[in-house]
Structures are given as C-alpha cells and as structure tokens.
C-alpha cells in the first residue's frame, strides 16, 4: 500500500488561493497519496484567543510528515508563518518552501528555514516531499 503523506501547508489567509492551489496540485497528483493538516479558510479554527488557536495549530504541525512553506513574499509579513515554521523547527518537522506560480522575488522567512526551496511544479514538489519525509 501506498505511503499517505500528512502535509501541513504554512500559507497566508490573504493569499487563500495559493492555499487552495497548492492542495489542488498534490490531490490530483497520480500514485500521491495526501492528507492535509492546516487550519484553511474553508474550516478555520472558530477563536479569537491566539493561546488556543496556536495550541490547535501546534497539534496539526507535530502530527504531520512534513510543512510546505508558501514562499510568495507576503509570507515576510505573516507573523502566524513565521511561528508555524518555527514551531516545525522545534520539533524537527522537515520545511520544504514552495515559490508561488509566476513569483521571482521569494520570503525570507520561508527560504531561511527551508530544508529546500521548489519551483511550483508538481514533480518538484512531489520529490521534494519523497526526499524529505
């Protein structure tokens, strides 16, 4: 039986359809299995208080293979990235920084904590999954 990948993607609610893309790309990716773990837009966790939020939020991350950093350079302004990425660090969660379609300019925050930075290509992402789980 085929691995299933637990995937947490570290994305900017700004930029929602980078998010809903991405998850796009892997889903309809042959012999790829993916489940992914982040809190979308589309079943957001339902508080205000930042502890919970970040408790529910730490929980996704630790129980996942590996995070995807979307690296546009909004990620730069996300202080929720940048702690979902530190929180992955912290419990050796491999980074892997994905650069949105079209993008030249990519995050620091992304691209100093990645293990590896990928074009936005299915294959590179696919691989770049396979090398680092």
């Not at 990948?5 to 998850?23: A, E, G, M, P």
């Not at 208080?49 to 996704?60: C, G």
């Not at 892997?96 to 590896?116: D, F, L, T, Y």
Request: a positive charge; glycine letters at 4%; proline letters at 4%.
């Amino acid at each position: 039986m085929a691995k299933t990948y637990q995937v947490f993607i570290s994305h900017s609610w700004s930029h929602v359809n980078d998010l809903k893309n991405l998850r796009n790309l892997l889903e309809s990716r042959g012999y790829f299995h993916v489940e992914f773990t982040e809190a979308p837009p589309m079943n957001p966790i339902n508080s205000a208080n930042s502890y919970y939020v970040r408790q529910r939020l730490s929980e996704k991350i630790v129980s996942s293979d590996i995070v995807l950093g979307i690296a546009g350079i909004y990620a730069s302004y996300s202080d929720w990235m940048e702690w979902e990425l530190d929180k992955a660090i912290a419990n050796n969660i491999p980074i892997v920084g994905v650069v949105p379609w079209g993008q030249i300019n990519i995050s620091r925050v992304v691209s100093n904590r990645a293990k590896e930075i990928v074009r936005w290509n299915t294959e590179s992402i696919v691989a770049a999954i396979r090398r680092n789980v």
